[in-house]
T-cell receptor
Framework: GENVEQHPSTLSVQEGDSAVIKCTYSDSASNYFPWYKQELGKRPQLIID?????GEKKDQRIAVTLNKTAKHFSLHITETQPEDSAVYFCAASFSGGYQKVTFGTGTKLQVIP | DTGVSQDPRHKITKRGQNVTFRCDPI?????LYWYRQTLGQGPEFLTY????????KSRLLSDRFSAERPKGSFSTLEIQRTEQGDSAMYLCASSRAGLVKNEQFFGPGTRLTVL
């Protein structure tokens, strides 16, 4: 089955700096890669996603890159703000079939004001 | 509220007792997923329904766990003879088949504590 590894497990940045979270996946059939943000005590929420036919996608301060050959993808947050503090999960899925999602272990991001 | 809802939000039980959780997905979503999340980990897939059919169960789901979605709408997850290792957050998510993007919408979760 699919295995998703995520690094780092914790990340502290100064407000205004950039944050980068990296993930690798094992199943070359995976073709959909969502990123979820989970604030303390709340449910995971989708913040951005990318499909395997695209190398990069950007949404305001958030961007995701995908390298299919190397089977890794990354989340980039620029101009970080205190409200970006949360746990971020990467995930991998195959959009055929029923699209079971395999999650990484999460990165706890702390933005220091 | 048109999002995914779960009930109860918290459950404390003694070891050996049975517990049942309920999930109400977004009304037009025909896919429903159960996940388990422990502290410091990502959600782990437990089982999946498309309409009323349970199409896959994780090996994490021992025979003490059973899930149903009798009419293809709400779902229940039952844990029999609970063990302390069952303590976790149980998350339900739903999505709609046929879309290119499989965005899963999560419920708030049921936090189970087994004493």
């Amino acid at each position: 089955g699919e295995n998703v590894e995520q690094h780092p497990s914790t990340l502290s940045v100064q407000e205004g700096d950039s944050a980068v979270i990296k993930c690798t996946y094992s199943d070359s059939a995976s073709n959909y890669f969502p990123w979820y943000k989970q604030e303390l005590g709340k449910r995971p929420q989708l913040i951005i996603d990318i499909r395997s036919n695209v190398g990069e996608k950007k949404d305001q301060r958030i961007a995701v890159t995908l390298n299919k050959t190397a089977k890794h993808f990354s989340l980039h947050i620029t101009e970080t703000q205190p409200e970006d503090s949360a746990v971020y999960f990467c995930a991998a899925s195959f959009s055929g079939g029923y699209q079971k999602v395999t999650f990484g272990t999460g990165t706890k991001l702390q933005v220091i004001p | 509220d048109t999002g995914v809802s779960q009930d109860p939000r918290h459950k404390i039980t003694k070891r050996g007792q049975n517990v049942t959780f309920r999930c109400d997905p977004i009304s037009e979503h025909n896919r429903l997923y159960w996940y388990r999340q422990t502290l410091g980990q990502g959600p782990e897939f437990l089982t999946y329904f498309q309409n009323e059919a349970q199409l896959e169960k994780s090996r994490l789901l021992s025979d003490r766990f059973s899930a149903e979605r009798p009419k293809g709408s709400f779902s229940t997850l039952e844990i029999q003879r609970t063990e302390q290792g069952d303590s976790a957050m149980y998350l339900c998510a739903s999505s709609r088949a046929g879309l290119v993007k499989n965005e899963q919408f999560f419920g708030p979760g049921t936090r189970l504590t087994v004493l």
